[in-house]
């Protein structure tokens, strides 16, 4: 257990000393998050990365011919010492890790925006440049629709959750006036 962290730290400390942009970090992270997705979504690539029959230079060859005209560079060579190594388990700890360590490096934020409706592009353009002002970060953007929501915004930076709904300020009305 104690290797495989070391492992995880050797392997997220490359890509991370390997980005030096809001760019070069949506490209690793956006191609890190695919390969771990098909590792776990798709069985039968993860039993091929996990065989014990097929040897790393077939898997790599494959791995590189799949992925290198669409995947950044850096993460391929990365990917294919993980392939080599048979550390394709540690994908997912590889991408957290990568992540904390990018986001402290680059001054990212993860957004979460949850609306009633469909926000348009010049909406969301909007939001993205006034929250990226007032929290004084680079940030990955994601925006969602909850048709629960009577009307207003949920949105989430990081861990801490700033909720304008009027779903929510009716919640608290209704508390208020119980108390009285």
């Known amino acids: 257990m104690k290797q495989n962290l070391k492992k995880v730290n ?53 791995f590189e011919k799949a992925v290198s005209q669409s995947m950044n560079g850096i993460l391929v060579e990365v990917l294919k010492v993980v392939i080599e190594n048979e550390d394709t388990n540690l994908v997912n700890d590889i991408f957290k890790s990568f992540i904390t360590l990018s986001k402290e490096k680059l001054n990212i934020a993860f957004v979460d925006v949850t609306s009633s409706a469909e926000i348009n592009n010049s909406q969301q353009e909007d939001i993205t440049s006034s929250l990226s002002d007032l929290i004084n970060k680079k940030i990955n953007i994601n925006f969602d629709v909850d048709k629960n929501l009577i009307g207003g915004l949920k949105i989430k930076v990081d861990d801490t959750l700033y909720d304008s709904s009027l779903q929510t300020k009716l919640e608290k009305a209704k508390s208020k006036l119980v108390g009285v």
């Open 10 to 62: 050797i392997y997220s400390n490359l890509l991370n000393d390997a980005v030096n942009s809001f760019d070069d970090f949506n490209s690793v992270s956006i191609g890190l998050e695919e390969f771990n997705s098909s590792l776990r979504r798709d069985l039968s690539i993860n039993t091929f990365f996990k065989s014990k029959t097929i040897d790393s230079s077939t898997k790599i060859s494959l």
